[in-house]
């Protein structure tokens, strides 16, 4: 996903820029490049691949402009190039954008047949050219902004420089995420507060349809309606050092180890360890008239929402359905009266987990979100917000996110199971125990890795891997299916063990290793039979359970990697950490970019 910047500063924009920039590498990028404002002209610097390469570029320059914009690019339309990079300009106007322009062609079109020439095969060139396209009839670069927004079809974020307009910034928010950052003496935009943290914690969110003309020391917000409009200011808890890697060589092993102090903050946002009862924000309809539940999520955040199924149809009795959103929006399937839509999001941006939600919200659905950024366009669409509270998650590939959602969701089924007077005392004492066990169980696991690391060898020449499991294992299988493939390329897939009969165990021969998540839970025995097909068949079996569990198996698995005993209703969250742990070591064992994977974001704000 791209990322813009802004600044209108009272010191060299430059540095500042490039800082921002850095903070929103998370997102995933293939170019970047700055446009500063310099004696009355807009320079540019724009370069493929890391930011490294840009700052080499701008060195050259040292431009000591104070007024500037800046954009991490994540290829939508045209090749990652130095031609297609952002921002892109006229000589009077440059403008760096997050989104897509649905009708580019057609606005491009118009603009050629005015004389304008374009360089780059990218759809936000256009908003460029027909900004200057308004000035050249004479208009303010207010009113060519207005008239250039009221043109534009799709989503976006984005920001405009004017050469002839040095003190001010434009910017526009529709569909994807824009934040004003308050300084003293100089202002700032960015994609979000991640993207500030280094410069202010002052920010004022723009709203869906709104666009922003900011000075160095004031700001005026339009709703679509152009009228003028207050937006609150927050005060933002993100600082540099929070979104800062420390001492680790990754942010995602950082987020991984950071998972124990999570569980216990999500445990303190929705329990009560002492009366071992549950706080969750009022819910605008009676939970026994609640007639289904439906959770739609995309990648991890829907193996989570598979997870939470087995629980909330176990515990609180309501019938679950989970969908990929992208499926859900176009399928548009009928939603009863009184029904819930539970959206899970870490980044609460994911273009497919929004529209879902749109449609749900038309429906008349009541909508939950579950964000783990509060000020996200998921958490203001929805009438209840659960958030995960794992703080910043800057690797791509989501970790404490993931086990902070499931938290969330398990304390959310009993909760539901308690309203619903289908819970017994005793049982939900056993229960919250096991919750409360987990912070403590993956510390403890955490603190060797050499078991992880012999798995990931292992797998290191692998083409083809399996992971297996049933139950809540499933999901947790898929899960560690998923991290494997997009940490370190090798090619994963998740089965319900049940399933492998059913087509998958032809694949099966001493080449193909196959996870097994096998907690000792109600389902091993029924996991341990197809891990027997398996073997039989010279499948190399890596078997992930506890003591008892992984005995038969000593000397007929390739390896088997002991985890501490836990309840089988917490095992999801204790065994998503070896799917992490191994897909992270395969990934630095293969040398691939952990952090920021090839071809991924952060966030996908695009369908
Ligand atoms: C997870 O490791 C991936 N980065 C990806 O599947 C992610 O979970 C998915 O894009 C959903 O993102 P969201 O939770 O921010 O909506």
């Known amino acids: 996903m791209c990322g813009i910047v802004g600044i209108i500063g009272k010191n060299p924009a430059t540095p500042l820029l490039l800082e921002c920039l850095k903070r929103l590498e998370y997102r995933g990028y293939d170019s970047a490049g700055i446009a500063i404002l310099e004696q009355g002209q807009i320079d540019r610097y724009r370069a493929e691949g890391k930011i490294v390469h840009l700052q080499t570029l701008v060195e050259k320059s040292n431009p000591q402009g104070t007024v500037g914009i800046g954009h991490t690019r994540w290829a939508t339309h045209g090749v990652p190039s130095v031609r297609n990079a952002h921002p892109h300009a006229t000589d009077l106007v440059a403008v760096v954008h997050n989104g897509i322009i649905e009708n580019f062609r057609e606005l491009r079109e118009m603009l050629e047949k005015k004389g304008h020439i374009f360089t780059s095969e990218t759809d936000t060139e256009v908003i460029a050219h027909l900004a200057t396209e308004y000035l050249n009839q004479g208009e303010s670069a207010k009113t060519a902004t207005q008239k250039t927004l009221q043109q534009l079809h799709g989503a976006f974020a984005l920001a405009l420089l004017f050469k002839d307009k040095p003190d001010t910034i434009f910017c526009a928010r529709r569909g994807s995420p824009l934040a004003i950052g ?5 202002m700032f935009i960015g994609s979000d507060a991640l993207a500030l943290a280094p410069l202010t ?7 869906e349809g709104d666009w922003a003309e900011i000075g160095k020391t004031t700001f005026t917000v339009y709703d679509e309606t152009n009228q003028s409009v207050t937006r609150p200011i927050k005060q933002t808890a ?21 998972q124990p102090a999570v569980m216990g903050d999500v445990l303190h946002a929705y329990s009560n360890p002492h ?6 924000p009022e819910f605008p309809l009676p939970f026994e008239a609640i007639a289904s539940l439906r959770i739609i999520a995309c990648g991890t955040s829907y193996y989570a929402g598979l997870t939470a199924q087995y629980w909330i149809e176990k515990y609180a009795r309501i019938p679950v359905t989970v969908d990929i959103a992208s499926e859900f929006r176009y399928r548009k399937p009928p939603l009863p009266k009184n029904g819930v839509a539970l959206f899970i999001s870490q980044s609460g941006e994911t273009a497919d987990t929004l529209a879902a939600l749109q449609y749900a919200k038309d429906q008349g659905q009541t909508i939950i979100g579950m964000v783990n950024v509060p000020e996200s366009s998921i958490a203001r669409l929805s009438d209840v917000v659960l958030e995960t509270h794992a703080g910043p998650e800057i690797g791509v590939a989501s970790t404490k996110a993931f086990t902070a959602q499931l938290m969330v969701l398990a304390c959310l089924s009993l909760h539901l199971a308690g309203k619903r007077s289908l819970i017994k005392e005793d049982e939900k004492k056993d229960l919250f125990q096991a919750l409360l066990a987990i912070p403590e169980a993956m510390n403890q696991l955490l603190l060797e890795e050499s078991p992880f690391i012999q798995c990931s060898n292992f797998l290191l020449d692998a083409r083809d891997v399996i992971y297996m499991g049933r139950g809540t294992s499933f999901s947790i299988a898929m899960e560690g299916a998923l991290k494997l493939k997009e940490l370190s390329y090798i090619h994963a897939e998740g089965y319900a063990a049940g399933e492998m009969k059913h087509g998958p165990i032809a694949l099966i021969d001493e080449k193909v290793p196959v996870i097994v998540v096998a907690p000792s839970d ?9 891990v027997e097909e398996v073997i039989a068949r010279k499948g190399q079996v890596v078997f992930i359970g506890d003591k008892d569990g992984i005995h038969p198996f000593k000397d007929k698995a390739a390896i088997t990697l002991e985890m501490p005993k836990i309840h089988a209703f917490t095992a999801p969250l204790l065994y998503a950490l070896p799917m992490q742990m191994i897909a992270y070591h395969t990934a630095t064992l293969k040398g691939t970019d952990v952090d920021q994977p090839r071809n991924l974001a952060k966030s996908v704000t695009v369908e």
């Open 522 to 530: 109600s389902l091993y025995e029924k996991t341990a039979s197809n």
């Open 182 to 186: 308050l300084g003293e003496g100089e």
């Open 238 to 258: 993100l600082t540099g050092a929070m979104i800062g890697k420390g001492d680790y060589k990754h942010f995602m092993l950082k987020e991984i180890l950071e």
């Open 275 to 280: 009366t071992m009862d549950f706080a969750f």
């Open 201 to 207: 914690q002052k920010i004022c969110y723009l709203e």
